[in-house]
């Protein structure tokens, strides 16, 4: 299997809602965002599949040291074998893989945000980093078009953290704010139990429509940052950013069931939004 190969199967069997903003892109540039999601979710993968935290902290030093060498020009992962090629037409910089590794330290390291700021920080090296090295692969020639894409991908963040309040509790992980959880009345151990009657409740759902209505404003304000100039050339993180808040409307509607279930949409859905996004340029 060729690295190109690899990627491409990578990225397909994740079954995320990036894959299908991919479609729409010219070849080089398809090819580029697949290698670096391809690595998104190597280094995703070591703090989701591995048990042992000091385990998975040896891996994500060895991502540390496979990304340098890569850049150094000896690559040995078929996830860098594949994304090198790409780094100098798109800016993709050590400084970014290092940042998103970062991102999954943190994971390794804490398991409660104190506040927002702190939460917001983390997001920032998950999604906001990918967002910028992605709005470069897509095509950027305004600088705040960099802002819209660390805006959009914190908005997509916290829309992950929505949809994954159950997922999450069973890995012990609690990423809504512990400053908001105590506004709301919600106790951690509410959360970390997801079963009736401690799970569900009043104050759980108003927790999360706080939650789910700052997610709406960050999209509002991401999107009114894109500049026109680069508006058709993002139409990838377009469509992204309509998956997942089509993501977010179905799990309002579906009342934020999220604690025993992952609401997601199906893949005919996914990609008739793609499309739609593609077609309309919004």
């Not at 397909?12 to 479609?23: K, N």
């Not at 992950?160 to 159950?166: K, Q």
């Not at 959880?181 to 079963?195: C, D, N, P, T």
Request: charged share 20%; hydrophobic share 45%.
């Amino acid at each position: 299997m060729s690295p190109e190969q690899y990627v491409q199967q990578k990225a397909a069997a994740s079954g995320s809602s990036f894959y299908y903003a991919f479609l729409f892109l010219p070849p080089p540039r398809r090819a580029a965002i697949t290698a670096f999601y391809a690595f998104c979710r190597e280094v995703d993968d070591v703090v989701d599949e591995t048990q042992d935290a000091g385990v998975a902290a040896t891996k994500l030093a060895w991502w540390r040291t496979e990304a340098a060498a890569a850049f150094a020009g000896q690559p040995s992962h078929p996830a860098m074998k594949a994304l090198m090629p790409h780094v100098q037409a798109y800016d993709i910089r050590l400084e970014h893989l290092n940042a998103v590794i970062e991102g999954c330290e943190m994971d390794l390291q804490q398991t409660r945000y104190l506040d927002f700021p702190g939460l917001a920080r983390y997001c920032h090296l998950v999604a906001g980093i990918v967002g910028e090295v992605a709005s470069g692969i897509f095509g950027r020639t305004q600088p705040q078009t960099v802002d819209y894409a660390h805006k959009l991908g914190l908005a997509m963040q916290l829309t992950n953290i929505i949809r994954d309040v159950g997922d999450d509790a069973r890995r012990g992980r609690i990423y809504l704010p512990v400053n908001e959880l105590q506004q709301f009345g919600v106790k951690a151990h509410e959360i970390l139990l997801r079963s009736s009657p401690w799970g569900y409740s009043e104050r759980f759902t108003a927790l999360m429509q706080f939650q789910a209505r700052r997610a709406h404003q960050l999209y509002d304000e991401a999107l009114a940052l894109l500049p026109d100039a680069d508006r058709a050339a993002q139409k990838p993180g377009l469509m992204m950013a309509n998956i997942y808040r089509a993501l977010l409307v179905e799990i309002e509607r579906e009342n934020f069931q999220v604690l025993q279930q992952r609401i997601s949409l199906t893949p005919v859905r996914k990609l008739w939004i793609a499309m739609k996004t593609n077609w309309r340029g919004r």
